[in-house]
């Protein structure tokens, strides 16, 4: 969730370019003319056809060369992109126009964490991708596919990445603490048992070094926890259980443990001041889905390349993924359906992992070479292909509601963080709830 969070991707916040707001006032762009400095409006050379998507955080698609070559293959064809920070921006503005149904891009990203909103109570203004020539829904993961499923059959996206969850550590600072290094003997201290996550941090935090934490941030680990159940905020029903589901309170319970013990920097993801702990190496753990290792690179020093390395998570989890869709008030419907799918098609989801690190939702690619061979600086030579794939596999098929990213982060910044500041955990889950609640009120 890039919030990309992409939660919050998919949160991946690595760039920010035009805001949503503006770029989609600025409706759909017209064909011909000169390019605008802002890339908003429409694209070189008269007569091309300028297909603008909106987008939030980084998607890759510009920056692995994507539009560069499909403009080749489609000479008519320009592509303009206008990209909003925060998912927690760019969503209520797109709720927005869809309401209105005026305003929209050719093609609309929508973050796995809202798309269950989307599919229930906007399916009218997407077309159904489903229908489109050449899109075979074998090409997706099958969960993947459903969530952009509306009960009658309709889908309104496209699957982008997905993010399979495993653990990223700072092996350096394992050593100084006397904890293993290697991969495999890394996983097997928590393997299973999220309990025992939180033991290898209490076992970091006796030989530790000075100024550093076992793990980035609460509500880092409670979402990581809780990408691993099934079940979380609704039920399969569609009912609210998140003050009733018993994995949610566990989930909260450990977290809170684990600020209680100082295991957990006080911050909270994807901030200025968060970032700026990832440069100062002041953790050793964080829950990683492919896409945060671009967040690792972008806020981390150059000398720490190669430091990293990534081991299984104690459960498998899915953290993160997007959809593209094409509002039928679109100005270039069909050319948006194949540039769509194209972009998503399996081939260029495996350029875009090779190059970004999003992960794909095309099972075909995990045994392409440039998944299989995948290789980061920051991991050095850790098969992160190989590792990511297998969570990618045995990932739950979580059940998406419509509110869980308010949920979320009521539980984390409303809820766990509060005791990293004294609150005890029955104080900080009293506030949570009764701040989603009031939030869910609204």
Request: aromatic share 8%; with cysteine.
């Amino acid at each position: 969730m890039r919030a990309r969070t992409r939660t919050a991707r998919r949160v991946v916040v690595l760039a920010a370019v035009a805001s949503l707001g503006a770029g989609l006032l600025a409706g759909c762009a017209d064909d011909g003319g000169d390019d605008a400095s802002d890339g908003s409006s429409s694209g070189s050379g008269k007569g091309k056809t300028t297909i603008t998507l909106g987008l939030f955080g980084t998607f890759g698609f510009k920056e692995a060369g994507l539009y560069t070559e499909y403009e080749k293959l489609h000479p008519d064809i320009k592509i303009a992109e206008n990209v909003t920070e925060k998912n927690e921006n760019y969503y209520p503005a797109l709720v927005n126009h869809l309401t209105t149904n005026s305003g929209l891009m050719d093609v609309q990203a929508i973050e796995v964490g809202n798309i269950a909103e989307v599919v229930a109570t906007q399916a009218a203004k997407f077309e159904d991708m489903s229908k489109v020539s050449g899109v075979d829904k074998s090409q997706w993961l099958d969960w993947k596919w459903s969530q952009a499923t509306t009960k009658d059959g309709q889908t309104i996206g496209l699957g982008t990445d997905v993010g399979p969850m495993a653990l990223c550590y700072r092996k350096d600072l394992f050593q100084a603490a006397g904890l293993p290094t290697d991969r495999e003997k890394v996983g097997a201290l928590w393997a299973g048992d999220w309990n025992k996550f939180i033991t290898a941090g209490e076992q970091y935090k006796k030989k530790a070094k000075a100024g550093t934490f076992f793990m980035d941030s609460p509500g880092g680990l409670l979402n990581a926890v809780l990408s691993s159940e099934k079940e979380k905020f609704y039920d399969s029903s569609g009912e609210i259980i998140y003050k009733t589901n018993p994995a949610v309170k566990a989930a909260f319970d450990l977290s809170a443990k684990a600020a209680e013990e100082g295991l957990v920097q006080a911050q909270s993801q994807f901030t200025q001041p968060w970032n700026t702990t990832i440069a100062q190496s002041k953790f050793a753990t964080i829950a990683c889905p492919p896409w945060m290792l671009g967040t690792i690179k972008a806020n981390a020093k150059a000398e720490d390349a190669g430091k990293w390395d990534v081991a299984v998570a104690p459960k498998s989890g899915n953290w993160g993924g997007s959809f593209l869709g094409v509002p039928k008030s679109g100005k270039h419907v069909k050319e948006a359906e194949e540039l769509v799918k194209w972009l998503t098609a399996p081939e260029q989801q495996a350029k875009l992992f090779k190059v970004q690190g999003n992960f794909p939702s095309a099972p075909t690619t995990y045994t392409m070479p440039e998944v299989t061979g995948a290789k980061n600086e920051m991991t050095g030579d850790s098969p992160i292909g190989t590792v990511f794939s297998e969570a990618a596999k045995t990932a739950p098929v979580q059940v998406i509601g419509p509110k869980d990213q308010i949920i979320q982060q009521g539980l984390s910044d409303n809820g766990v963080f509060l005791v990293t500041k004294g609150k005890s955990a029955k104080e900080a889950w009293e506030t949570a709830t009764k701040t989603i609640d009031n939030n869910l009120d609204k």
